[in-house]
């Protein structure tokens, strides 16, 4: 079969949308275009057991939308899988449609958080033949590929699809497929370049994603309750340290990537992260290439930060969300503000970067709570213990607990299916004592830490070399893209 994995082209005056890869949806006045892992495997994947697979981003090829439904009806796939997300599945819905009028024969498919939360929803809203909930939808696509070409008679759990006048699934999705048992992905089919350079998380390019875990580790309680991937993954798997070196080997010799960002959702620690690191070293990729991934406070002792910066990870990112321990308490991230305070000086005094993102629009907090979270990151980035920063606005994405807490609560400043304005462009939810203009200001005022005198001081010190002061001009213009992104129209 032809299965063409498509980024509809989503023109926007606010901005070019993030959305592969993406756990928040954002519209970036910068465009910053990251490299969609699972698509990516399920592309591989298919390739390997015969079937054809276009690789088709409409959105970081820069296609306009007519360009895009042209190019895609010549190609006549079987299959055009799409990865949606909340603030722009409705989009999807009328693509959808369009889609269906050009490629009538072909069947089109939805996959990702939203659909996993709501799969009837874009059944019934839509003209999509299946939607693939959960987040193995690599998997399911190969199943549903072989499916529908006679190769098997089985669908796996976590399908839904159409028989006749009704819709059907074939039960809750099962996330019991080995990560070891993936293949190497490839780059070449994906068209990895288009992601290799323009991207805040590489100093030196270029650079590739991979993605160790699915998703993150913290599972206390179902894990942070703003976070809408716990929907599609509400286990924890990882696979083994080696598979991962390989992999880093691989992207070294083959493809000459200077920067690795590993998207797991948290990386592992302990033991997996030690055997990882001591890999790297014995292999020499340490001084091959700067690796990065998430992490979170409280996992890790001094003598891990000093082995990774041996190891040769560069930037380690820190969700703080908040500069309130009772906002920390509610949103169940199992942290204090004391020890994040405390721990974020040893990765940098280990020569690590750490990278800090915060929240704001919290329906609980009042002004002072607020201004409480900027003082905090005021001091992490002024004293040089973060060395930049992410600010943004709280979004109770569907599926995710924040979002059934709005809904009970009636926190939503609108129409909870509204999703066109769930962007981050404005607060979804009411907050105690700000209006929604202060909100927006407080993320402004957030990211001009990084035009103070103090801040500025400390990354001059920190110039090394003609590379350093590149990356420090990318970042500043990253920096006033942000501020532009927050700003009223």
Known sequence: MKISISYPPLYSEKGVPLLSQNRQFQYFKSPTYIYPVVPAYAATMLTNAGHEV??????????????????????????????????????????????????????????????????????????IDFALTGGDYDFLLLNLADFLSGKTRELEPGIWFREHDAIKSTGKFKLDHTLDELPFINRELTKWQLYSERNGNFKVI??????????????????????????????????????????????????????????????????????????????????????????????????????????????????????????????????????????????????????????????????????????????????????????????????????????????????????ARFDMKEPVMTTSDMTPKEVLQLCDEIYKVFLTPQYMLKQLVRIRSARDLKYSVKGLAKVLGHVKDFAKD
Request: aromatic fraction near 10%; glycine fraction near 8%; charge should be positive.
């Open 54 to 127: 276009v690789w088709d981003d409409g959105i970081a090829e820069e296609k306009t939308y007519p360009q895009w439904l042209t190019e895609l009806a010549h190609v006549a796939p079987d299959i055009v899988v799409i990865e949606t997300k909340t603030p722009v599945v409705k989009r999807h819905w009328a693509i959808i449609t369009d889609l269906k009028q050009v490629l009538p024969n072909s069947k089109v498919v939805l996959v990702g958080d939203h659909v996993t939360a709501l799969p009837l929803e874009s059944m019934e809203q839509s003209k």
């Open 206 to 419: 270029p650079g590739a994603y991979t993605m160790a875990g699915r998703d993150c580790w913290w599972r206390k309680d179902g894990g942070c309750t703003f976070c809408s991937w716990p929907t599609l993954y509400p286990t924890f798997r990882v696979m083994k340290p080696k598979r991962l070196a390989d992999e880093i080997g691989l992207l070294i010799e083959r493809y000459g990537v200077k920067t690795v960002f590993d998207d797991t959702g948290c990386f592992p620690t302990g033991s997996w992260l030690r055997q990882f690191a001591n890999l790297m070293i014995e292999r020499g990729y340490n001084k091959r290439i700067q690796f990065s991934c998430n992490m979170r406070f409280g996992a890790l002792v001094r003598e891990d930060y000093q082995l990774m910066k041996k190891a040769g990870f560069r930037m380690l990112l820190f969700g703080v969300e908040s500069g309130s321990q009772a906002t920390l308490d509610r949103l169940n991230k199992g942290t204090t503000i004391e020890g994040i305070l405390n721990e974020c000086k040893i990765p940098q005094k280990a020569g690590l970067e750490p990278h800090i993102t915060i929240m704001v629009g919290y329906p609980w907090e009042t002004r002072q709570d607020a201004q409480t979270t900027l003082n905090a990151a005021k001091t992490m980035m002024q004293k040089g213990w973060a060395i930049t920063l992410q600010s943004t606005i709280v979004i109770p994405y569907p599926g995710s607990k924040l979002y059934a807490e709005a809904l009970k609560n009636g926190w939503f400043r609108f129409d909870p299916k509204d999703y």
